[in-house]
C-alpha cells in the first residue's frame, strides 16, 4: 500500500504528486544525486547490493540507514545497478532477493519487466538513461511499469534528464528525475538549454541570467581553472532544469502541457519520436486525458491532430452519436469563433436558412476535430479550440477530415446532401462523393458568405424543406439528447431525455425535466451534462459511469480507498454516479476509472449531490 505518496493534480499522464516525508516533496521533482548517500535527506539511495556477501548484510545495512534516517525518509532498497541488456535471470533473481527486504518506511525499488510487483511508493526505471535516443524502447518498459504498478505510485528514471527532454518524460507519466547529467556535463564544459546543449568554446555569449551566469562573463568562465568552471556550469545546469520543472508544473496546473511539449519536441528528432509513438499508444493515452478542460486546446501542427482528445471526439462522434430524424443535411465550414453559431459567418447561414432550419442537420467540417454536428458544436473540444489559420490544408489534414466525414455519411443516410462550402473544404467534400458514389449540391458562388452565396442557400434549401413540420421544442430536445449519448454513451439520450420531458432554460442553459422533476443541466462551460439525483436514477439501468461504494454514506469528497468498483470508461472530468448500499450520489470524477479501483490514496470523486438511502 503507498502509504507516503499522493497525486494531487493530472495533464494527462503528467501528474503534480506529493511525498509526505519529513520535509514535503512535490513532483515532479529533481533529486539531487550528489545527496542520496546522506541519511538527513528526503530520499536516500540503499546502495548496490553488490558490496554485500550474503542477504543478512544487506538487510542490516537497511537498518542502519533507516534508524539514522528515521521513518519519514523514502529509503531505495538496496539493489543491483544492471543494464535492461542484462540476462532475465540474473535480474529476476536479484529482483527476488531484494522484494525480500524488509521496511517500516517509506520505500522505493527497482522495477523488473515481468515481476510481479508489491505496493512500493517509488519504483525506479533502472538503466533509464541507456534508452536516451531509443524512444521505442523507453516507452516499451514505460507503458509496461504504468500497467504493472499502482497509479499512486512514483516512477524514477534516473541518468536521463536535460533540460530539452525533462518536459517530455514528464509528459509521458515520469514523476522524479535526476541532475546526474547536468552534473556530468558541467564537469565536461557543456552548457545545458531547453533549446539543447553546446560546448562552452562554440558559444558567443551566455544565453542565460540565472545566478551561476549572472555570477560572471563567458571570458571570465573560459579563464577559470577547471574545477571553479565545472562548479559555474554545474550550478547554472542544474538552476536550468530546476526551472523548467517549476515551468512544467505551472503548464500541469494550466491543463497545457501538450502545447508546450509540441513545440519543446522539436528540439531533438528523438523527442518528437517520443510524442508520436505515444500518440499511437491510443488507448493509454486516452484513458488519462480528461474529458474536458477550462483552457484552449491550441493545435498549430500536424501531429496535433493525433492528440487523444481529439481521436476521442472523432470516434465518439462515430460510435455514440445519433443524429437527428432530418433527411437534409448541410455541410458547414468552419469558423474562427467558438462556439461557430456565435461567428459572424454562421449568423449569416442561420439567417439564410431561415424557417428551413428546423428541417435541417447541420455538420460543419473543421481540421482538426473532423467533423462537427450542430448540437455537439458546445461540447469540449469543439468550442474550444483554437489552430493556425492560413488557408492552406496539408495533405493529412485532408485525408484526416476526409476519412471522418466519410465514415459518417457510410453510417447515417440521407436523401439529399448540400454543401455550403469552398476551398479545401469542397476538395474534402468531392473526395468523399467520388469515394462514396453519392451526389452533393454545391451551393456556394465564390464566397460562403456573399449574397449571392447565400441566396442561393436560401433558395436550395426552401424547396429541399416545404411542407415539412418540427416544433423548436423537438429541435432543443435533439440537442440534450446528442450531448447525452455522446457523454454517456448510446441510448442515454432516450433515457435522460423521455419523450414525456419538457425543456427549460434558455440556450445553452437547457433543464430537462419530467413533471416536476430535473434530470439534467447543460453546463455551458463544458457542452456536458451535470446530472441530478433524479438523473442517476434513471440512468444507473444503464450501468455505465458508475462508481460503486461501500456501505457509508459520502461526504464533500470520495476518497480513492472507499471505491469498490468504477467504470473503466470513466475519464478525468466525467459526470459519474455514486452507488451503494446506504447512498447515491453524483459528481465529477477525479481520476480515471482504472486508477479509481487501483489507488489507495487521493480524492476518486468531487461530490455535487448526495441522497441518503433509507
Same mark, same amino acid.
Given at each position: 500500500m503507498t502509504r507516503y505518496f499522493e497525486v494531487q493534480q493530472r495533464d494527462g499522464a503528467a501528474r503534480i504528486g506529493k511525498f509526505l516525508l519529513k520535509e514535503d516533496i512535490r513532483t515532479p521533482y529533481i533529486i539531487d544525486t550528489r545527496s542520496l548517500d546522506n541519511p538527513d535527506s528526503a530520499i536516500i539511495d540503499g546502495g548496490?547490493?553488490?558490496? #554485500?556477501?550474503? =542477504? %543478512? %548484510?544487506?538487510?542490516? !545495512?537497511?537498518r542502519e540507514i533507516r534508524q539514522k534516517a528515521g521513518e519519514?525518509?523514502?529509503?531505495?532498497?538496496? !539493489?543491483?545497478?544492471?543494464?535492461?541488456?542484462?540476462?532475465r535471470k540474473i535480474t529476476i533473481r536479484l529482483a527476488e532477493k531484494a522484494e525480500e527486504m524488509e521496511d517500516t518506511g517509506a520505500t522505493g525499488t527497482i522495477y523488473i519487466s515481468g515481476q510481479q510487483v508489491k505496493e512500493h511508493d517509488l519504483y525506479v526505471m533502472e538503466?533509464?538513461?541507456? =534508452?536516451?535516443?531509443?524512444?521505442r524502447n523507453l516507452l516499451s518498459l514505460l507503458f509496461e511499469m504504468k500497467k504493472d504498478i499502482a497509479p499512486d505510485t512514483a516512477i524514477y528514471a534516473p541518468n536521463i534528464a536535460t533540460p530539452e527532454?525533462?518536459?517530455?518524460?514528464? #509528459?509521458l507519466g515520469i514523476d522524479v528525475l535526476d541532475n546526474t547529467k547536468a552534473i556530468i556535463a558541467g564537469h565536461n564544459n557543456i552548457y545545458l538549454t531547453t533549446a539543447g546543449q553546446f560546448y562552452l568554446d562554440s558559444l558567443a555569449e551566455l544565453p542565460c541570467r540565472c545566478s551561476a551566469c549572472s555570477?560572471?562573463?563567458?571570458k571570465g568562465l573560459r579563464e577559470m581553472d577547471k574545477k571553479s568552471r565545472a562548479a559555474i556550469l554545474e550550478k547554472h545546469n542544474i538552476n536550468t532544469m530546476e526551472a523548467e520543472t517549476a515551468l512544467v508544473r505551472e503548464r500541469i496546473r494550466a491543463g497545457t502541457l501538450r502545447e508546450y511539449i509540441e513545440g519543446q519536441c522539436r528540439v531533438h528528432p528523438w523527442l518528437t519520436a517520443l510524442m508520436r509513438l505515444a500518440?499511437?499508444?491510443y488507448d493509454f493515452m486516452e484513458s488519462q486525458n480528461a474529458i474536458a478542460r477550462n483552457n484552449t486546446l491550441v493545435a498549430t501542427c500536424g501531429e496535433s491532430q493525433n492528440r487523444s482528445e481529439i481521436v476521442r471526439y472523432a470516434k465518439r462522434i462515430q460510435?455514440?452519436?445519433?443524429?437527428?430524424?432530418?433527411?437534409?443535411?448541410?455541410?458547414l465550414p468552419c469558423s474562427a469563433r467558438k462556439p461557430y453559431s456565435t461567428?459572424?459567418? !454562421?449568423?449569416?447561414?442561420?439567417?439564410?436558412?431561415?424557417?428551413?432550419?428546423? =428541417?435541417? !442537420?447541420e455538420v460543419i467540417i473543421t481540421s482538426p476535430l473532423g467533423i462537427v454536428p450542430r448540437e455537439l458544436e458546445l461540447t469540449y473540444p469543439a468550442a474550444h479550440y483554437d489552430t493556425t489559420v492560413t488557408g492552406y490544408w496539408d495533405a493529412e489534414e485532408k485525408e484526416w477530415v476526409a476519412s471522418c466525414l466519410e465514415d459518417y455519411l457510410k453510417k447515417h443516410k440521407y436523401t439529399s446532401i448540400v454543401a455550403h462550402v469552398e476551398d479545401a473544404y469542397r476538395v474534402i467534400c468531392e473526395m468523399v462523393a467520388e469515394k462514396l458514389d453519392i451526389d452533393i449540391t454545391y451551393t456556394s458562388l465564390g464566397n460562403v458568405t456573399s449574397r449571392e452565396s447565400l441566396k442561393n442557400l436560401s433558395t436550395t434549401m426552401s424547396g429541399l424543406c416545404t411542407g415539412r413540420k418540427r416544433s423548436h421544442e423537438k429541435t432543443q430536445k435533439d440537442l440534450m439528447k446528442a450531448v447525452a449519448d455522446y457523454q454517456f454513451g448510446t441510448g442515454s439520450g432516450d433515457i435522460l431525455v423521455p419523450k414525456d420531458s419538457t425543456v427549460k432554460g434558455p440556450f445553452p442553459k437547457h433543464q430537462i425535466f419530467v413533471g416536476k422533476k430535473q434530470l439534467v443541466t447543460l453546463i455551458p462551460q463544458y457542452g456536458t451534462l451535470a446530472v441530478t439525483i433524479d438523473g442517476a436514477r434513471a440512468l444507473l439501468e444503464k450501468g455505465r459511469y458508475i462508481v460503486k461504494i461501500d456501505d457509508f454514506v459520502p461526504r464533500g469528497s470520495l476518497l480513492a480507498p472507499g471505491v469498490i468498483d468504477a467504470d473503466p470508461q470513466i475519464r478525468p472530468n466525467d459526470e459519474v454516479l455514486i452507488s451503494g448500499n446506504k447512498a447515491i450520489a453524483v459528481g465529477r470524477a477525479n481520476m480515471s476509472g482504472d486508477e479509481m479501483k487501483r489507488s489507495k490514496r487521493g480524492v476518486a470523486v468531487d461530490l455535487r449531490h448526495v441522497k441518503k438511502i433509507d
Open positions: 548496490s547490493l553488490w558490496k #554485500y556477501p550474503n =542477504f %543478512e %548484510e544487506a538487510q542490516e !545495512h537497511l519519514d525518509s523514502l529509503i531505495i532498497l538496496p !539493489h543491483q545497478d544492471l543494464t535492461p541488456e542484462a540476462p538503466g533509464a538513461g541507456c =534508452f536516451e535516443k531509443n524512444a527532454n525533462l518536459a517530455m518524460l514528464i #509528459y555570477s560572471t562573463d563567458l500518440d499511437d499508444e460510435e455514440r452519436y445519433t443524429p437527428p430524424a432530418a433527411d437534409v443535411l448541410l455541410l461567428s459572424n459567418s !454562421h449568423w449569416k447561414f442561420i439567417k439564410a436558412l431561415g424557417k428551413s432550419r428546423k =428541417f435541417v !442537420h
